[in-house]
């Protein structure tokens, strides 16, 4: 209990046992133990003092004076020597007590030796003390005899705590006794109990509750018990039965119907187990319990009936309605899918249960970024998730597809959709036709002059954008057109414009657009070119027309071609300001004679 801590160090309060402290009852045993060491050592006061949960209280005293040891006992503190027995045979000649407030409060204490109390698993669990008003020492034999005593004091405290804690056990198990049989009582849920060797089974008074009957309205024969069952369960009732007494299942587990007091069925959950067995490994003796699951069968059968109609609409809609989840893994898959699956992606639902791979395979390589970043901001943000893309099928080739769905995050962290995916084709189709008519002309199937602005438009942008970027417009004209439509016809006319449109279509590069403007005006614009690159460009168009006359039937055409050239300026406000000089280019050329090429 002594120990070199300074003065000032925090150790346990001690609480002095009072009579008329109810909480703390009198052990007589140690009493007697206080009494026979302070007889045995022939000492002013023994004492006993026990620690609980941080908690010091004396609990047995002898010869001490009233009020003499109480509040703060330092030498009662925890820590002992490693053989956990302290004497001092002179408090006052001792260095570790020469400033400890213990002298000043006790004058009288001159002597002290303590033995720790120990449990059996080592724990201190109080200290036996001898105090004197007198120095003295103690032999070999005292000290073990003061150790003997402390083990008989142990002793006694760890059987006062072993009885305690047996009282609070049994409490604890009469209340959980009380409240399983509440909750027996109130779920349902019967006992049974079944001889069998003898065939006999007895039923609680809640099981038989269950099926109308009262306590003495039930035989308690296994046979008569089978007779309750409905035929169409009784064989995989008793095969079930009979698989676990024969050892082969862990436990007896079925749901059946059975048939009531008043002739009703109902539908029961019934779990057992053989609890014994003989020595050659007989079955003996089958607890179980049985419990009324009719109104949660009834819910699941609505229940499947909804998800039925909820499945045959869905795979009667055109499209793939599906459930998509993302786990926190990474990992993505389809929890749900319609049978609009095989049309929309020609995989079925089992093919993506467990993964979303084959359908990542099939989007068109370029979509698949598109696709996959849509989907990570939709799950990052929880925003709807749209998309229009395009799947390249076995069968059914290339494929338009539009998707929509609505995030939800999920309590374990994945992202589930719910969703809509259909066959957009035949409209993408129809809006590529109707794109092409507003921005081609229907003659030459050139882009038309609203598309051709668009292209200058562009080029300017990336003109003002971009330092060093060039661009260069020209406007053509086929020389004397009206001569040609006076001679031979309108129709023949035309074929001339769609010969010029064919020619000037072979001369250009990807990156270039030529576009009719009117009437037999056309103009081209050449990006990342200089002036120097558009005159070789018009040249050459120039003589590839020569090259190529028109041929109709019988009939040579020849026909040739003005054209004006005009850079692109970054300073340009407008494309009209380009267009402008090219056309007055193309104004020059034609006052020029015609069948030449002017820049501006």
Known sequence: MLTSAPPDAASPQIATRRPDAPHEAVDPRLDSLTRLARSHFGVATALITRLDAGRQWLCSSAGVPAGAIAGDLPLAGHALPGDGMLVVPD???????RHHPLLSDHPWMRFYAGCALLAADGRTIGVLALLDDQPRALDAQQREFLRDLARLAAASVESDRAAARLQA????????????????????????DRNVQ??????????????????????????????????????????TIQAHLQGETESYAVEHRIRCKDGSYKWISSRGKVVSRDRAGQPLRMIGTTTDITARHALAERLQQSVDLLTNLTNEVPGLVFQYQRLPTGESLFSYASAGIQAIYEVTPAQVAGSDAAINALIHPDDLPAYQASLDASAASLTPWELEYRVQLPRQGLRWRHGAAQPRRQEDGSTLWHGFITDVTERKRIEAELLEFATTDFL????????????????LARMQR??????AVLMCDLDHFKSINDRWGHATGDLA???FADILREQLRKSDMAGRVG??????????AGLAEAMIFARRVQQRLAQRPLRCGEQRIDMTLSIGIALLSAGD??????????????YRAKESGRNRIECL
């Open 169 to 192: 056990d049994a409490a604890a198990l009469r209340e959980r006794e009380r409240r399983m049989a509440l909750a027996i009582a109130g779920s349902g849920t019967g006992i049974w």
């Open 444 to 459: 030459t199937q050139l882009p038309n002059r609203r598309q051709l602005m668009t292209q200058i438009e562009a080029e």
């Open 497 to 499: 414009l769609r010969h």
């Open 91 to 97: 408090t006052r000649a001792d260095e570790r007590l």
């Open 573 to 586: 406000a407008s494309v009209d300001a380009a267009l402008s000089r090219s056309d007055l280019a193309l």
């Open 466 to 471: 971009s330092a060093g970027h060039c661009a």
């Open 519 to 528: 009437g037999e005006e056309f103009a081209v614009v050449l990006s990342g």
């Open 198 to 239: 003898t065939g006999e089974i007895h039923y609680s008074t809640g099981w038989k509750a269950i099926l109308g009957y009262a306590d003495d309205e039930i035989g308690n024969r296994i046979e008569d018990s089978y007779l309750r069952l409905h035929p169409d369960d009784l064989a995989y009732v008793q095969a």
